[in-house]
C-alpha cells in the first residue's frame, strides 16, 4: 500500500511539472547536458533509525539531459554511510567495532527549475526513485569478559525523494549547488527514512 502511494504521488508531481506553462528567464544549464558530482551528510528523521545509528555522510555522481526548458532528467548513484550508535553500548560498559549501515542507490532524477529567480541563486525541486541495497557490516562487540561477532545482513527494495534545491553559476560551464532531500525506503523488511543534505558542483558537457 505504501508502495502504490508513492508511485501515485510521483505520478502526479511528473504530470503537473510537464503541463506547467513555465514563465521567466530559462536556467543556464537547462538546454545542456550536465555532469553531476556532490557530497554531504545525511540525518536519520525516524527514533528507530537515529536510536541505533549516527548521523551519516553520502557521495553522489549523475548524468542529466534537457526535457524542456525548464525541466531536466537523469539518471545517479549514490552512497549514504551510517555510524552505529554507542547509546545502548555505552550504557552497557560494551565498545563495538564495525556495524556501519551502507545505502546504495541508482535513482532516476527529475530536477524542475522554479521560475522565480532569488537575487543571486536559483531555486528548483527535485525528485526521483530507484533500486535500493542496504548492508548492515558485521560488527564486534566487546567488555572485559570477552567479545562476540553480529553477523552483517543486507537487503533489496526501492526509493522515493523529492526535495528543494539552490544553484549558483559560477561560470558558463560550472555550477554550485545545495539540495535537501527526503529519502523513503519502499520494500525493505524495515523502512528508513532519512534526509540527505548535499553540495557539490554541475559540468554543463554539451548538448
Known sequence: MISLR?????????ILILTMNFSGSEAQDFGDRTLVLGG?????????????????????TGIEIPLKSYLKAGVSIGRY??????????????SHKGGEFDFYNISLD?????????????????FGSGLLFTRINKMEIRNLSGSIEIPGE?????????GPGLQKNINRKIM??????????????????????????RFSIGR
Open 40 to 60: 554531504g551528510f545525511s540525518i536519520p528523521i525516524e527514533s528507530d533509525f537515529s536510536d541505533q545509528w549516527t548521523v551519516g555522510y553520502d557521495l553522489s
Open 176 to 201: 554550485f549547488f545545495v539540495e535537501l532531500r527526503f529519502l523513503f525506503s519502499v520494500g525493505l523488511d524495515d523502512q528508513y527514512r532519512f534526509m540527505p543534505f548535499n553540495a557539490g558542483l
Open 81 to 94: 554511510r551510517f555510524g552505529r550508535s554507542d547509546f545502548f553500548l555505552t550504557h552497557l560498559m560494551y
Open 154 to 162: 543486507s537487503d533489496f527494495g526501492s526509493s522515493f525523494y523529492i
Open 6 to 14: 508513492i508511485r501515485t504521488a510521483y505520478l502526479l508531481i511528473l
Open 110 to 126: 527529475f530536477r524542475a527549475n522554479i521560475p522565480e529567480d532569488m537575487a543571486f541563486m536559483r531555486m528548483y525541486l527535485v
